[in-house]
């Protein structure tokens, strides 16, 4: 059995720039989120560099633009300077790459675990970047956002050591042990303990420091891909107006709107899309039923990994006015890969997908920004459950549906 941690490391390869600077390969990430784009004024920034390690080899700089090439400079004698444009208060990542790395970071190879960025809000002042050694140990100067973040970095430096060691643990283990129900549910076990402790150091940072933009990024990560409303709008409407007003405010309020349409007891928003005949389907046609909405797409390993569950949720429940509509995330040349992807997974429920990949309407209209995931919805339209993988989707069904077969 998968456990949340495995599940949440993959989700986190889906949710675009802000999480996974590290993801070059594809599939390419989503629409950006909204920490990356939280204010709408452009500015010069000028970021200088003072490493240990390595003496030389290039520096890059990610940040959401119009165009995905960074902003780049030579490392020389450890030292570089890196000049651009970019939104005032952008949440940037910083890379350093020695010659020697050169070649795996222009063409990572499929599932290669690239190095961690080091997060710079990049402001018109001079911000200064320096370690006695590597960027792992570098620090972030000169500017009011970055100090905000260095803060919220050593607030949270306890659990992100905890989530560290959690992850060791994993790796460490003998594929026999990860197969271990037992062992699997002490991993979760352990991880929602060190996720609930990052929230609560989220939630305190956002509550004391209600002017940053700092603040709305750390929001963004205390809501993760799936905004529960009860607890983030308290802490949005407690941000200063002028944080609320960005244009990361904004977007972080359209995500909330979305989120409060698709909590659970709201009627599940309605749309069309073909199947792969070309026949219109409406989850309307669905009134009566049980039926999971489940977004995937074919290049989703984390989407594909969980299908063999749902495969077997279908064959246990379909008799028990139960069903599956899978809405694919997939693109207009990635037709033939949905279609084998349905087949070669045993995929016997209807599909639909209007192959527009992240701007697939249906997933606009449900707030989707990372999968696999899905909604139950009851017989009357409303949602009656959302996100429930693996074991807990059996037993919400085994909970909801009828006894006999209808």
């Known amino acids: 059995m998968k456990t949340r941690l495995l599940q949440a490391s993959a989700t986190l390869a889906l949710l675009g720039p802000a999480l996974a600077w590290g993801q070059l390969a594809p599939p390419p990430p989503p629409p950006p989120q909204p920490m990356l784009a939280s204010a709408q004024k452009l500015a010069p920034y000028t970021v200088q560099g003072k490493l240990g390690s390595p003496a030389t080899g290039m520096a890059y700089m990610f940040y959401n633009t119009l165009s995905s090439k960074p902003d780049s400079a030579q490392i020389v004698g450890g030292k570089f300077t890196l000049r651009g444009t970019a939104p005032v208060g952008t949440q940037a990542g910083l890379f350093v790459i020695a010659p020697a790395q050169m070649q795996a970071f222009r063409h990572p190879k499929r599932g290669q675990r690239m190095a961690q960025p080091l997060s710079v809000y990049l402001e018109p002042s001079l911000i200064k970047v320096s370690s006695p050694d590597s960027l792992p140990h570098a620090t972030v100067q000169g500017t009011p956002l970055n100090a905000d973040n260095a803060r919220l970095t050593e607030a949270l430096k306890p659990t992100a050591a905890q ?8 790796q460490a283990a003998t594929p026999e042990q990860r197969k271990d129900k037992a062992f699997s549910d002490a991993l979760d076990k352990q991880y929602e303990a060190i996720e609930a402790a990052q929230k609560v150091v ?5 509550k004391a420091t209600p002017q940053s933009l700092v603040s709305l990024n750390a929001l963004n990560r205390y809501a993760g891909y799936d905004i529960d409303p009860t607890t983030a709008e308290p802490l949005f409407d407690g941000l200063a107006p002028a944080v609320r007003s960005s244009q990361g405010g904004q977007e972080f309020a359209t995500r909330l709107a979305t989120a409060k349409l698709t909590a659970v007891g709201s009627m599940a928003p309605e749309f069309t899309q073909n199947d792969p005949t070309g026949k219109p389907v409406s989850l309307r046609d669905f009134r009566g039923k ?9 290049w989703c390993g984390p989407c594909r990994a969980e299908n063999p569950n ?3 949720s279908y064959t246990q429940y379909k008799t028990r006015n139960f069903t599956v509509l899978g809405v694919s995330l997939d693109r ?3 037709r033939d890969a949905w279609l084998k992807a349905i087949e070669t997974d045993g995929l016997a429920w209807t599909q639909v997908s209007d192959l527009r990949f992240w701007k697939n309407d249906a997933a606009q209209r449900y707030g989707i920004q990372a999968i696999p995931q899905n909604f139950l919805v009851g017989p009357d339209g409303r949602i009656v459950a959302k996100n429930v993988r693996g074991e807990e989707l059996g037993k919400k069904l085994a909970a909801v549906l009828p006894a006999k077969a209808q």
């Not at 989220?202 to 956002?206: C, D, E, K, N, P």
């Not at 049980?290 to 074919?298: G, I, Q």
């Open 310 to 312: 749902v495969v077997a």
């Open 202 to 206: 989220l939630a305190s940072f956002i």
């Open 332 to 334: 207009e040349n990635g």
């Open 163 to 170: 989530l560290d060691k959690l992850m060791a643990s994993y």
């Open 290 to 298: 049980y039926v999971l909405v489940d977004f995937w797409a074919s």
